[in-house]
């Protein structure tokens, strides 16, 4: 599970601005008392949740159940190397040998 920053039982002494329109700031603040929020509370609340979705769907990787059993029979039974990595570790071990 994706571990987002916990913003209630800490202090919060870093400061966000953002420059909105007179209509979006006046849309916000109906959104926030519709939910009995504070305009700050949306804000915060909603950017951590979009946040958190965005980082999560950079860094989940999410496969289907056909790429499942590829990925797991691939680390269960590795293919044999190919001539070019053969001849790339002979290579290497021929420059770092002593």
Do not use: C, W
Request: net charge positive.
């Amino acid at each position: 599970m994706l571990k987002t920053p916990e913003t209630h039982d800490k202090p919060r002494n870093a400061r966000l601005e953002a420059r909105v329109s007179s209509d979006q700031k006046d849309f916000f603040q109906r959104a926030a008392s519709l939910t009995g929020r504070t305009l700050s509370e949306l804000v915060i609340d909603s950017t951590q949740e979009a946040a958190a979705k965005i980082v999560q769907e950079h860094e989940v990787i999410r496969l289907s159940r056909e790429e499942q059993v590829a990925f797991v029979s691939a680390l269960l039974a590795p293919s044999e190397p190919g001539a070019r990595i053969d001849k790339a570790v002979r290579s290497y071990r021929q420059k770092t040998r002593p």
